[in-house]
């Protein structure tokens, strides 16, 4: 009885695999892309691209405070061709 459900959750994990895998992580990648945009556009005065005045973006601090030390860096790194490839 155990080694059906073995085989039927590998089966189900292939079958994900195959056909879900790629559309999950193009969503992810969406979604990474959109979140960056929107901390470019509310906090782009942070790298010198000033975009809304500041009572907006004081506002809006307490939810991008977590990220933006991880979003500086991702925005300041050098990038080549092989950041494209992946």
Same mark, same amino acid.
């Given at each position: 009885?155990?080694?059906?459900? +073995? ?5 189900? /994990? ?6 879900? #895998?790629?559309?999950? %992580?193009?969503?992810? %990648? /969406?979604?990474?892309?959109? /979140? #960056? ?31 933006? +030390?991880?979003? %500086?860096?991702?925005?300041? %790194? /050098? ?8």
């Amino acid at each position: 009885m155990r080694s059906w459900r +073995n085989l039927l959750r590998t089966l189900g /994990e292939v079958v994900y695999g195959m056909s879900m #895998h790629d559309m999950v %992580r193009f969503g992810l %990648r /969406e979604k990474a892309a959109l /979140e #960056h945009l929107f901390i470019l556009v509310s906090f782009g005065d942070l790298l010198g691209v000033p975009v809304l005045p500041p009572y907006y973006t004081l506002r809006l601090l307490p939810y991008i405070v977590p990220q933006i +030390n991880a979003w %500086r860096r991702r925005m300041l %790194r /050098e990038k080549d061709l092989t950041d494209l490839i992946g």
